[in-house]
Nanobody
Framework: QVQLVESGGGSVRPGGSLRLSCAASGFTFSSRTVNWYRQPPGKERELVGSISGDSTSANYADSVKGRFTISRDNAKNTAYLQMTSLKPEDTAVYSC?????????WGQGTQVTVSS
């Protein structure tokens, strides 16, 4: 079945960096756009950005543009979210997601905490 597993979260000081991974299985990874979302504590989930299956197109929320980079390695069935210049307001549970066979699948999420 379709499965997404995120990893790489943790605690970091403001200005720091983290790289999240999203390992996929159960479908043709290279054919699917991957979306990264986040849900800050007490707030609704928001779209962080997306990357097309062939990596030719990537889009970002204004709040992370210039600081976050989404990439993927289709040979490894893995997508990445590189986060730099992290701010306290980036604290959230980060999840990756794909739509496959008209159904959206989510990973379990990984916690990112930015605090001094």
């Amino acid at each position: 079945q379709v499965q997404l597993v995120e990893s790489g979260g943790g605690s970091v000081r403001p200005g720091g960096s983290l790289r999240l991974s999203c390992a996929a299985s159960g479908f043709t990874f290279s054919s699917r756009t991957v979306n990264w979302y986040r849900q800050p504590p007490g707030k609704e989930r928001e779209l962080v950005g997306s990357i097309s299956g062939d990596s030719t197109s990537a889009n970002y929320a204004d709040s992370v543009k210039g600081r976050f980079t989404i990439s993927r390695d289709n040979a490894k069935n893995t997508a990445y979210l590189q986060m730099t210049s992290l701010k306290p307001e980036d604290t959230a549970v980060y999840s990756c997601s794909v739509v496959h066979m008209l159904r959206r699948t989510w990973g379990q999420g990984t916690q990112v905490t930015v605090s001094s």
